[in-house]
């Protein structure tokens, strides 16, 4: 009878480890993310976490003219809250991270690194007036509410991947709509509606503003921070590119971005794969890149492939038959003929953090002779979105297009998969990084 206690007990005790291992999350946060009309002037910000947290640090990340103007210092309100006081400008978007791929300080008691999310909000106008001159009228929400149905229902491309019955739930939020009173309340209604597809390629713009639809917190298969103990001759290339050898030869480079802004920062790139043309073998580390130009990836897959390769195909939303799809288009990397080329072992490392076009970025490498993807699988999540004009002041972005991998497979709410799977928690990337240590070690056979 001891023996069966001793037993459970120890298999309670795993349960437990296990559930308050799991990194924390921002559960709640005032102002709510993506709300568009908060007052303006003295605010207090507070986060609420859903589990224990350390009150030895906190990583509020971000900067420049819409990171909030913080007055005194941040502060804990009991183990789950954390609260800061802010100055906010009338008329303003806001933003900033809990916790960013470079700074982890929120930290739950056990020691694990809150999950990434990134904030954005938006201010009224002076006195707390509506940041816009006009004000809605039922007939003007009545024909947005039908422009946004057709928009939903005939041209959004993954509709039917969603499994949503979209017409019983815009008619459940119909009334909501109908009353809203400016662009900003049919947007925070709106919001309501489409964030069931849980897809990152939907936003809003309101004028020059910019609303996301939804936001999910990922957590980066890495520890940057040690960067430099790990990787021997770490240098900074561009503010998106870092390159480092080991003592064998095996070089390194991180690629933080495919942003438009960063085609000049690839150059560092560039610059790095020239003096790596003779190693062994490559790591190219992309865990940390969430997207942008899809174009500007090509370039760089091209440096490795002798022949032009297929690598992804799509299907598109067809604009003269809404409902219904284009015939499937082809996509193809081709050899870049003007920068250095690369033709050794390759480990591209990988996880949740790549989404879209980094996502493409994968998909061509998986084609390059000699190339081992490492890591956990990536978001699954591109869209190619378009703009579609409700008529009351707001504009929703919806994907067009469905990517589908070689083979004709949609990897929409999947990701795509390693070929060396390496789950790691955040407390093996404390002192080490195991996708590193597995990419080295394939390098290396």
Same mark, same amino acid.
């Given at each position: 009878m001891k023996s069966k206690i001793a037993i459970l007990l120890f298999f309670v005790g795993l349960l437990s480890a296990n559930t308050f291992a799991r990194p924390?999350?921002?559960?709640?946060?005032?102002?709510?993310?993506?709300?568009?009309?908060?007052?303006?002037?003295?605010?207090?910000?507070?986060?609420?976490?859903?589990?224990?947290?350390?009150?030895?640090?906190?990583?509020?990340?971000?900067?420049?003219?819409?990171?909030?103007?913080?007055v005194g210092r941040p502060r804990w309100s009991g183990?789950?809250?954390?609260?800061?006081?802010?100055?906010?400008?009338?008329?303003?978007?806001?933003?900033?991270?809990?916790? =960013?791929?470079?700074? +982890?300080?929120?930290?739950?008691?056990?020691?694990?690194?809150?999950?990434?999310?990134?904030?954005?909000?938006?201010?009224?106008?002076?006195?707390?007036?509506?940041?816009?001159?006009?004000t809605l009228t039922t007939e003007e929400n009545q024909a947005a509410f039908d422009a946004l149905k057709v928009a939903v229902t005939k041209n959004y491309s993954y509709r039917d991947l969603k499994g949503l019955?979209?017409?019983?739930?815009?008619?459940?939020?119909?009334?909501?709509?109908?009353?809203?009173?400016s662009p900003e309340k049919f947007v925070s209604v709106a919001k309501l509606v489409l964030s069931k597809a849980k897809d990152k390629h939907i936003w809003f713009k309101i004028g020059d503003k910019t609303i996301p639809c939804?936001?999910?917190?990922?957590?980066?298969?890495?520890?940057?921070?040690?960067l430099n103990e790990?990787?021997?001759?770490?240098?900074?290339?561009?503010?998106?590119?870092?390159?480092?050898?080991?003592?064998?030869?095996?070089?390194?480079?991180?690629?933080?971005?495919?942003?438009?802004?960063?085609?000049?920062?690839?150059?560092?790139?560039?610059?790095?794969?020239?003096?790596?043309?003779?190693?062994s073998g490559l790591i190219i580390d992309v865990r940390s890149n969430g997207g942008g130009s899809e174009p500007l990836a090509r370039q760089v897959a091209g440096c490795f492939i002798d022949k032009p390769k297929l690598y992804a195909k799509n299907i598109n939303v067809d604009p003269h038959n809404p409902g219904q799809f284009t015939p499937v288009y082809e996509r193809f990397v081709r050899p870049?003929?003007?920068?250095?080329?690369?033709?050794?072992?390759v480990a591209v490392l990988i996880g949740p953090v790549v989404m879209?076009?980094?996502?493409?970025?994968?998909?061509?490498?998986?084609?390059?002779?000699? =190339?081992?993807?490492?890591?956990?699988?990536?978001?699954?999540?591109?869209?190619?979105? +378009?703009?579609?004009?409700?008529?009351?002041?707001?504009?929703?972005?919806?994907?067009?297009?469905?990517?589908?991998?070689?083979?004709?497979? =949609?990897?929409?709410?999947?990701?795509?998969?390693?070929?060396?799977?390496v789950k790691a928690g955040p407390e093996q990337f404390k002192n080490d990084d195991p996708i590193i240590a597995e990419a080295l070690k394939q390098l290396r056979k």
């Open positions: 924390p999350k921002a559960i709640k946060i005032y102002p709510e993310n993506g709300a568009t009309d908060v007052k303006p002037g003295p605010t207090k910000i507070r986060i609420l976490f859903d589990q224990d947290m350390s009150s030895g640090g906190y990583s509020l990340c971000g900067g420049g003219e819409n990171y909030p103007e913080i183990k789950r809250a954390f609260v800061f006081s802010a100055n906010l400008k009338p008329d303003h978007e806001y933003s900033f991270g809990i916790n =960013c791929p470079s700074a +982890q300080n929120f930290k739950s008691v056990t020691g694990e690194s809150a999950e990434v999310l990134f904030v954005t909000f938006y201010t009224a106008g002076e006195d707390g007036a509506p940041n816009h001159q006009d019955d979209w017409q019983a739930v815009l008619e459940e939020y119909k009334p909501q709509l109908l009353q809203a009173s939804y936001t999910s917190p990922v957590t980066l298969n890495a520890n940057f921070k040690i790990l990787v021997p001759n770490l240098k900074k290339e561009s503010n998106t590119i870092y390159s480092g050898r080991f003592d064998d030869g095996i070089g390194y480079i991180l690629i933080n971005s495919w942003a438009v802004h960063t085609e000049k920062e690839l150059e560092g790139f560039f610059a790095a794969l020239n003096h790596f043309s003779n190693a870049n003929k003007t920068r250095p080329k690369y033709r050794g072992k879209s076009s980094c996502e493409a970025f994968v998909l061509m490498m998986k084609q390059v002779p000699g =190339c081992t993807i490492i890591g956990e699988p990536t978001q699954g999540s591109s869209g190619n979105p +378009q703009p579609y004009d409700l008529g009351n002041g707001v504009t929703v972005f919806l994907p067009s297009w469905q990517t589908l991998l070689p083979d004709g497979t =949609c990897f929409e709410g999947k990701g795509i998969m390693p070929d060396i799977p």
